[in-house]
Nanobody, 119 residues
């Protein structure tokens, strides 16, 4: 089970940190990812991190602004989002599975947390 939280409403240029708590399994065997879906758009890849936490991948539109990390002791994956833009407004979902940009490789999904960025 995945539970995402930390979303909210911020002004452009501000930061937010999303958290996703993993439960009911062995966190360390799963790669973790963040995806997002804006109104009227398809779900898109944001970031992923491998099981060890050593390798991270990002969508081009968040490179240099977002950072994905994981804390095995807390069974939690984070998405630190800096310099937020209005186009980052979306529901953000965390997922557990094989680390990939492709959503089909993820086995479990969280319920989503809303991020709204105003200009």
């Amino acid at each position: 089970q995945l539970q995402a939280f930390g979303g909210g409403s911020v002004q452009a240029g501000e930061s937010l940190r999303l958290s996703c708590l993993f439960s009911g399994g062995i966190f360390s065997v799963y790669g973790m990812g963040w995806f997002r879906q804006a109104p009227g758009k398809d779900r898109e890849f944001v970031a992923t991190v491998t099981q060890s936490g050593d390798t991270k991948q990002y969508a081009d539109f968040v490179k240099g602004r977002f950072d994905i990390s994981r804390d095995t002791a807390k069974n939690t994956v984070y998405l630190q989002m800096n310099t937020l833009k209005p186009e980052d407004t979306a529901v953000y979902y965390c997922a557990a599975g094989a680390p990939s940009e492709d959503s089909q490789w993820y086995d479990f999904w969280g319920q989503g947390t809303q991020v709204t960025v105003s200009s």
